[in-house]
Structure formats: C-alpha cells, structure tokens
Nanobody, 124 residues
Framework: QVQLVESGGGLVQAGDSLRLSCAAS????????MGWFRQAPGKEREFVAA????????SYGDSVKGRFTISRDNAKNTLYLQMNSLKPEDTAVYYC?????????????????WGQGTQVTVSS
C-alpha cells in the first residue's frame, strides 16, 4: 500500500503563490506517474497536472497552464505543485494521486492511490 499526505494549502489572496507538497510512503517502488486533481464545492473533480516517474513528461489542465508547475523528487518520495498567479477560481481541495502507469496524463480512474486533500482558498 502507498500512503500520500498533502501539505501546503492555505488562504491566500488573488495573485499570490503557494507550493503544495505530497509525501509518499509505503510501497513507493510501485509508483510511476503522479498527479494533482482538485475539487471545488458543487463541482466535479478536475485534472490539474501529472508527471511521469522521470519527470520528463508533464501534462497540465487548460485552466492552470502557464501558472502551475508540477515537479517531483524521487529521492524524497515527494511530489510538488508550484501555483503562481492564483485566482479565486483556483479555490478547491487539492488531491495528490499516484499510479502504477507511467503514461501521462493519467486519468483519475487509473490512479490507484489518493491523499486526503489539502484546502486552497484564494480570496479576491
């Protein structure tokens, strides 16, 4: 089993930056691609970004392209999401996810492991 724990969420103002982290533990050797998803109240879960095991392949949702950057440090078993120029519409619970598949982007249905989520709130 793989455990994922997100951190770094909080309340910020529009235009600010935040960096989310996701620490993986357990059977991390089975993890290949990882990603971030988000869900706002009353809305469906939305793909944010994904990254292959090596970090060479990355994919972003249209709403965050050019503002968010996904990265990972395999030595630390940690996934990151740098979020710049935040907007009120970025307000959501952000979830880290991991898959055995290394094909990016990985659909949510192919993610075998999920974190509990971290709240990001952007005020206008």
């Amino acid at each position: 089993q793989v455990q994922l724990v997100e951190s770094g969420g909080g309340l910020v103002q529009a235009g600010d930056s935040l960096r989310l982290s996701c620490a993986a533990s357990g059977r991390t050797g089975s993890v290949a691609a990882m990603g971030w998803f988000r869900q706002a109240p009353g809305k469906e879960r939305e793909f944010v970004a994904a990254i292959s095991w090596s970090g060479q392949s990355k994919s972003y949702g249209d709403s965050v392209k050019g503002r968010f950057t996904i990265s990972r440090d395999n030595a630390k078993n940690t996934l990151y999401l740098q979020m710049n120029s935040l907007k009120p519409e970025d307000t959501a619970v952000y979830y880290c996810a991991a898959s055995r598949s290394n094909v990016v982007p990985v659909p949510a249905s192919a993610m075998e492991h999920w974190g509990q989520g971290t709240q990001v709130t952007v005020s206008s």
